[in-house]
């Protein structure tokens, strides 16, 4: 890998918000193509934060500083990709389900995923179980990732498996989901597709289910 | 000691008495469904009517026998009568945070001036008064047989609330000089707020503090931006016993929240109660910590028979769920858990 690619992972997983624009202009200036700056740097180097936040190493305030510096950069890159191909790598829906508004570990899980050089559209939070799916459809999304801290919203992720179901989209949408409230064993009670405890587990989850 | 009345017992686990058993004790958000029908005070109006809130704050013992009554039943109180939008929620669903009344934002290097109410004014109206005003009525009617126990929110969650907690904790890295300002700010409310529960009647603060948790925070970053606040709007209160609620995995923390010099820990099931016991080795009261989602939510009576024993068995000071109770858990879950302590 060039140096100059180097250098911007330093900088993302540094979290040195300022100079991460001017890096990846020298990415590209160096030849590196658009692709390869968002899969190998950029994907790169939100896995070694990953590790770092896993690891107890980096907090919240390290992540959000390293998630920012990676928009800096994937805002320069992404508007050079082909028309309607993104990345390549797939389209994931994400957002808190309707009734919470707790939206620290979503935003932690978009980061980590657009990470991964997913496409990743953020629906918010308190958003209604019917525009996650409209939105899925509108987007040929592989995935659907909701979150809740609280309990009584439970019953949207019941119901996203039973409308997903109903429309006969299940398994042509997969559904992740997490937060404080799920488990492993309520994900497998409602027919979810997968749970993780944490935003660098989902990051691999997805990574996984946009390959298939 | 079979002859103690619950008040009796809770304060003398608060003071880590030896005792032939524990008392159990909700000391968290206490309220649920069945305790809303059983009493005919449902959610949202028990929020901010303190004849109601009293009543329900009631329930837990009265209805489910558990060895206190607590109230508020949310976090929500202090931030709306400083200008936040709050939705005041369902019969099942707690009040929520809709909009912060001011703006921190580190990326546009925007900072709103923390012009807030002074603490005096704060305490005079709003659902702080009406909280106030329930704590005196539990007070009043309870007071000889349970000890009162009142909810607040921590300094550091409550200026999350004020400016975004996710901005807020961007902003340590970004503009500390900032973070202080607000935490300065909200403390001398937060401190006001638990001596005046304290004054109106309640024998323990139980402040909840979960923007800090190690979540979001660093134990460094909590000690700076939460536990040396803490120090002085929760454990420095005069005439009762304070308890401070963290959620998640607050093992690495224990030591931290010791710091603060409060009576007591609240945590969660994240934590393994005999490792927690083992760490805290008498330095503070320990309550906690049955877990919320899984066993009294999901699992059977038997289930939450079983933990309430482990966690009794671990040496736990109180027996009680390690967070607020969802408003779904089903009343033979908690009858359960109160048989598995009082036998």
């Known amino acids: 890998m060039s140096a100059e690619m180097d250098a911007l992972i330093e900088i993302v997983v540094k979290g040195k918000i300022k100079e991460a624009k001017d890096a990846t202009q020298k990415c590209l200036d160096a030849g590196n193509s658009p692709q390869d700056i ?100 509108e987007t040929k999304a592989k995935i659907i990732a909701e979150s809740t801290l609280m309990t009584p919203t439970l019953a949207g992720m019941k119901e996203m498996e039973k409308i997903l179901k109903e429309e006969g989209l299940k398994g042509q949408i997969v559904t992740m989901v997490g937060g404080g409230a799920t488990s492993k064993e309520f994900a497998d009670q409602i027919g979810a597709d997968g749970w993780t405890y944490d935003a660098v587990a989902a990051s691999k989850m997805a990574t996984e289910f946009l390959k298939h | 000691m079979s002859t103690m009345t619950p008040r009796e017992r809770v304060l003398a686990a608060m003071r880590m008495e030896e005792m032939d058993r524990p008392p ?24 901010s009517d303190a004849k109601l809130m009293a009543k329900l704050g009631a329930a837990q013992a009265e209805v489910l026998g558990f060895e206190a009554v607590r109230a508020p039943f949310c976090l929500t109180a202090e931030a709306e009568r400083l200008g936040a939008k709050v939705d005041p929620g369902k019969q099942d669903r707690t009040p929520m945070l809709k909009e ?25 109206g709003g659902r702080p008064a009406a909280c106030l005003e329930a704590i005196s009525i539990l007070k009043k009617q309870y007071g000889d047989k349970y000890p009162i126990i009142a909810g607040n929110t921590g300094p550091f969650t409550l200026a999350g609330h004020m400016v975004n907690t996710e901005n807020l904790v961007f902003a340590i890295l970004m503009e500390p000089d ?36 190690t979540d ?79 066993p009294l939510l999901q699992g059977t009576p038997d289930d939450c028979f079983k933990h309430g024993q482990i966690v ?4 736990f000071n109180v027996v009680s769920p390690g967070c607020g109770l969802s408003a779904l858990i089903p009343n033979d879950n908690l009858k359960a858990l109160v048989k598995a302590v009082k036998g």
């Open chain 1, 38 to 137: 968002i899969f190998t740097a950029l994907a790169g180097a939100m896995e070694i934060v990953g590790e770092k936040y896993a690891a107890k190493e980096y907090f919240l305030p390290q992540v959000l500083l390293s998630a920012n510096t990676l928009y800096q950069g994937l805002n320069l890159v992404l508007p050079m990709l082909p028309a309607g191909g993104g990345a390549g790598a797939g389209t994931v829906v994400l957002g808190v389900v309707e009734g919470d508004v707790h939206d620290i570990g979503k935003n932690i899980v978009k980061a980590m995923v657009t990470g991964t050089g997913a496409t990743v559209i953020d629906m918010g939070k308190d958003v209604p179980i019917k525009d996650f799916v409209a939105k899925a459809k």
């Open chain 2, 24 to 47: 159990v004790a909700v000391f968290t958000q206490s309220a649920t469904i069945g305790q809303m029908e059983a009493t005919g005070v449902f959610w949202p109006a028990a929020h």
């Open chain 2, 100 to 124: 912060h009344p001011f703006v921190m934002n580190p990326m546009e290097g925007v900072y709103d001036e923390p012009k807030i109410m002074d603490a005096q004014e704060f305490l005079k």
């Open chain 2, 178 to 213: 900032e973070v202080v300002k607000w935490i300065d700010a909200v403390n001398p409310i937060c401190q006001a707020y638990s001596q005046a529960l304290v004054d109106a009647g309640a024998d323990i603060v139980q402040m909840s503090e979960p923007s800090a948790s």
């Open chain 2, 216 to 294: 979001l925070l660093s134990p460094d970053m909590f000690d700076d931006y939460a536990g040396k606040y803490i120090k002085d709007s929760l454990a420095a209160i005069d005439g009762g016993y304070s308890v401070l609620h963290i959620c998640g995995d607050t093992y690495s923390l224990l030591d931290n929240m010791i710091g603060t010099g409060v009576t007591a820990l609240s945590i969660e099931e994240k934590v393994d109660p005999a490792k927690a016991v083992e760490k805290v080795a008498g330095r503070a009261s320990l309550v906690g910590n049955v877990g919320v989602v899984h």
């Open chain 2, 312 to 315: 009794a068995k671990a040496g």
